[in-house]
């Protein structure tokens, strides 16, 4: 069955340094999405991506984060400069269609030190 | 803005017990509304959804029902496994303006044998 994959898995990172997350959709799949969790968080909107452009996000995804889908197949959050509140589980999620039935990866965790 | 919220967990069963994880919804229009579960060290997958009031959602022995009189979608299932030991988010997609998906905190369910 198709699925969505990430890594890496966990990454632990210093304050201040880029930290890119990666995810690889579900292949023929057209909207693409970031959330994050923090521990004992809601599951947070980040942006959203469609036809090679941002389509939506949240007040969250400020100048810090962007996202990339660089060869049609991976699909890329970059943070650029982190921060200790960027600590999180962020979850790629890809989808067919505008409906909200997205299929979600396992997670990337983030420890910022 | 659009907001689910759910009963606080964990919820503890034993194997065979009947359950219920209450969701309300606040939103404007008519969303469409999901029940979505992480199982241990998994990315979260669509259990079940409804589009329209008094829709029911079903799948894997769960049930749940669109109330718009009461803004609710509340899981049901007759009998708990040791299997459904997972958390459980509610959500709803807006189908109008912003298009996310809006999750709930998420409800710890624990079953034992």
């Known amino acids: 069955e198709p699925e969505v994959t990430q890594t890496p898995s966990h990454q632990v990172t210093q304050m201040g340094q880029e930290v890119i997350l990666r995810c690889v959709p579900i292949?023929?799949?057209?909207?693409f999405y970031w959330y994050r969790q923090i521990l004992g968080q809601k599951v947070e909107f980040l942006v959203s991506f469609y036809n090679n452009e941002i389509s939506e996000k949240s007040e969250i995804f400020d100048d810090q984060f962007s996202v990339e889908r660089p060869d049609g197949s991976n699909f890329t959050l970059k943070i650029r400069s982190t921060k200790l509140e960027d600590s999180a589980m962020y979850f790629c999620a890809s989808s067919g269609t505008n409906t909200g039935e997205l299929f979600f990866g396992e997670g990337s965790r983030l420890t910022v030190l | 803005g659009d907001s689910v919220t759910q009963m606080e967990g964990p919820v503890t069963l034993s194997e065979e017990a009947f359950l219920t994880i209450n969701c309300t919804y606040t939103?404007?229009?008519?969303?469409?509304l999901f029940w979505y579960v992480q199982y241990p060290g998994e990315g979260l997958q669509l259990l079940l959804k409804a589009t329209k009031a008094d829709d029911k959602g079903s799948n894997k022995g769960f049930e749940a029902t669109y109330r718009k009189e009461t803004t609710s979608f509340h899981l049901e299932k007759g009998s708990v496994q040791v299997s459904d030991s997972a958390v459980y988010f509610c959500a709803l997609w807006p189908n109008t303006g912003f298009q996310k998906l809006v999750f709930g905190t998420g409800t710890r369910l624990l079953v034992s044998p």
């Open positions: 939103a404007t229009g008519y969303p469409s």
């Open positions: 292949s023929n799949h057209l909207y």
